[in-house]
């Protein structure tokens, strides 16, 4: 091979989903030569990919769209509380459109190498067709979950019939109409798959892995009044985003669940209930996530909600988790999901019970049973956090591999670099503040463009984060997440997924502090001019 060419570009990002476009908008303001390398066939990221029936945000749509461009705030116009994901692509079109974003947009272009070159201070990657590209920053943009797993199961391949993962939905619509269709996972996907596609099968049969609580989304139309508040208020539904724990638009409640009495307590769950979006998971007493007594109120209550929905008790007991308790894993919304279980055409399968031996060529074997379908859709979830890490071969100085770097467990510094990968950041990558995505995502884009203003402004060519930053923001992390009940449990959020080999080892892979704490770091760090970083 010859020597390593001079950069050709500024700045390369992997991915054109909501973080990959904001950034694209922000680097161009620099005047800079960015090119984005997106593996769909246009811009969406999650939005692109994740076509199932009934998916749709769970954050308000209007704390959701970017809040860069007051013009673009005016223009929108949201449909529903909570759109769906039809409606989200659209507004990721319109934004594309809007800001001329494709012209710098690559589609149809996986990404399959990064390498760093420490002669020219650059990053070459290398896509699936064999083409390289060569920049002095590389930003990576692939999302937190983005990359999905199906289940080890023996036989994947064997169904004759029609079968999809969720989050790789083909385009065509799917004729449900009297078909047998099974569903393997009851997470958020497969919660608002189930209870979208019951009214149309001939026969659905739910296979259930883990129990999940789930509460009421509350969804509905968004009438002219109320859109002309929603435009006259951004600044201050932003301005609430900025200081609430997560930036969604709920607060907590400043009281704990055993500082008032039985009553109130009830009365204020009943409240919670019926109230739109995360209210009950983020706005709820200060100390359900952290108390196991406060946390087992909140979860009893919801299991008698469950009981009451649900006809049958024998159904409704294996809906209700054994395993963990409510709010300790992402919180699933839905709409008269429970209610599903009513109806004459729906079967559940408790896979714990009966566990899933094999897909056939007709369909699916149990240790009980045999049963024939004509879909088999799988919501088996994402390799979360670093998943989408490990599908890139992402090496740093001296061959550094990212993938053995991370093998027991992420190591960042504020979650945007990581020692040996100069010149990388992440967005949205682990140890990041997420919550509510949109509003984690602008801030990190705007910290990363000012990291990469201050780099051209004194003439930098290389930033690397010192052994020192990542041991000192990595340890930190793992400190905030002691004593929350979520870091006991089993899910994405720590790590774990049976579907893949050697991710079943429960880790600190999230940030879960306060997004107002993480901020105030970072902004720290710009504020002293970068001075914890390895500059040069």
Known sequence: MGATPIPNLDVIIIGAGLSGMYQLYRLRELGLRVRVFEAGTDVGGTWYWNRYPGARFDSESYSYGYSFSKELLQEWDWSEHFAGQPETLRYCNYVADKFDLRRDIQFESRVKAAHYEEESRSWTITLEDGSRFNARFLITAIGPLSTPTLPRIEGLGDFKGASFHTARWPKEPVDFTGKRVAVIGTGATGIQTIQTIAKEVGHLTVFQRTANWAAPLHNGKIDAETQKKIKAGYPEIFARCQETFACFVHTPDTRGAFEVSDEEREANYERLYGERGFGIWQGNFKDILIDRKANATISDFVARKIRQRVKNPEVAEKLIPKNHGFGTRRLPLETFYFEV???????????????????TTKGIKTSAR??????????????????????????????????????????????????????????????????????????????????????????????????AGVQSWT??????????????????????????????????ARYSGSAPAYRARCDEVAAKGYDELRLG
């Open 475 to 508: 340890d930190h992390v793992k400190a905030l997440g002691v004593g929350l009940l979520s870091n006991e449990i089993d899910s994405w959020m720590t790590g774990i997924n049976s579907n893949v080999e050697g991710k079943q080892t429960r880790i600190i």
């Open 341 to 359: 279980y009513n109806q004459d055409n729906v079967e559940l399968v408790d896979i714990k019970e009966t566990p899933i031996e094999r897909i």
């Open 370 to 467: 045999e049963f024939e379908f004509d879909i088999i859709i799988y919501a088996t979830g994402f390799d979360a956090l670093t998943g989408s890490f490990d599908k890139i071969d992402f090496r740093g100085v001296n061959d550094a591999r990212l993938k053995e770097k991370w093998k027991h467990g992420p190591q960042t510094y504020l979650g945007i670099m990581v020692h040996e990968f100069p010149n990388m950041m992440m967005l949205m990558g682990p140890h990041t503040a997420l919550g509510n995505i949109p509003r984690s995502i602008e801030y990190s884009v705007d910290w990363v463009t000012g990291l990469v203003r201050f780099a051209y402004d004194n003439k930098l060519t290389r930033l690397e984060a010192t052994t």
